[in-house]
């Protein structure tokens, strides 16, 4: 019996000690794992880190190519700025000494009208003074009608101008005047703002006839932000180019009769320039009407 006991003695103590040691296995390999596990998460934090990093310097490089880009184009807004602002004070000083010169002239003539009008001629000479009232007084509405004519290509207003070619005595033109009132209701909005429109339509039919001519969806992404006009210094042989390019020398010159006789030479030239062809109209209709005051 006392042999039993003893042998269920060593049963449990080796049975206990088989337990502790199971579970120290067990311990030693939940311990293991959690240490791969946490060598894994810091290699991947590690790993985050620094794509994180290289990240941010690219950025921070980017950053800077961003500001240089944005100074660059301060700096060439600014440097288009000066330069439109020193063209267009030229031109504005030419002009307010144009139009100087040419109301001095206007009150030049007002005076003389003036004059005329309080002038007693005799019976003897009422032939003579006839003729040379009828000389002056041409003299004077072609001033007039060419200071008229001024302000209308400079989209400026010329309503005194028009109301002292009314006041000539002897003038039966007022079925004219009422057609140029009708004509001003069109709003010609000057010869600068013609040539514009014209680019800007010239520029959509350059770039619709090159993308019917061309299969490259290159070329054609492209064209989208190029602005096309035909050379104002090469030779051009092509015939279609040539007319574009003497449309826009008529159109600086003021030869509105020209410009219409050449753009309607155009294909399609309704559907791709109305704007341009709009204003030519108006002011060809505003010259001619003019010119039949006096």
């Known amino acids: 019996m006392k042999k039993t006991l003893d ?3 060593i049963f449990s103590k080796l049975s206990t000690s088989f337990i502790l040691l199971f579970l120290l296995f067990i311990l030693g390999y939940f311990f293991y794992v959690s240490f791969k596990n946490q060598e894994v998460s810091n290699n991947d934090q590690l790993e985050l880190i620094n794509k994180l990093n290289q990240n ?12 240089i880009t944005e100074n660059s184009l301060d700096e060439i807004k600014i440097s288009i700025q000066n ?7 030229k031109e504005v000083i030419l002009l307010n000494k144009k139009i100087e010169e040419l109301d001095l002239s206007l009150k030049n003539i007002s005076d003389n009208l003036k004059e005329i009008n309080t002038i007693n001629i005799s019976e003897s000479n009422k032939t003579l003074s006839n003729n040379i009232l009828s000389s002056v007084t041409n003299k004077n509405k072609k001033d007039i009608i060419r200071l008229t004519i001024y302000k209308f290509e400079n989209n400026l207003d010329f309503t005194e101008e028009l109301n002292i070619l009314q006041s000539f005595k002897n003038n039966n033109n007022q079925h004219i005047f ?5 004509i001003r209701l069109k709003n010609f909005r000057g010869n600068e703002f013609l040539k514009d429109i014209f680019s800007q339509e010239l520029d959509l039919y350059l770039k619709e006839k090159f993308n019917k001519n061309s299969s490259n969806f290159i070329s054609k992404s492209i064209m989208k932000f190029v602005v096309i006009e035909p050379s104002k210094k090469n030779t051009i042989k ?4 040539l007319v574009l390019k003497e449309i826009n020398t008529f159109l600086e010159e003021k030869n ?6 050449k753009i309607i030479t155009i294909d399609n030239y309704e559907t791709y320039f109305t704007e341009t062809i709009n204003q030519i109209q108006i002011a060809n209709d505003f010259k001619e009407l003019i010119n039949k005051t006096i």
Do not use: F, G, P, R
Request: glycine share 0%; no cysteine; proline share 0%.
């Open 238 to 241: 092509n015939n279609e180019t």
């Open 7 to 9: 042998y269920l003695y």
């Open 56 to 67: 941010v310097q690219k950025l921070s490089k980017l950053s800077e190519k961003i500001e």
């Open 83 to 89: 330069i439109a602002n020193s063209d267009q004070s």
């Open 178 to 182: 009422e057609k140029i009132d009708l």
């Open 256 to 261: 509105y009769k020209m410009s219409y006789k």
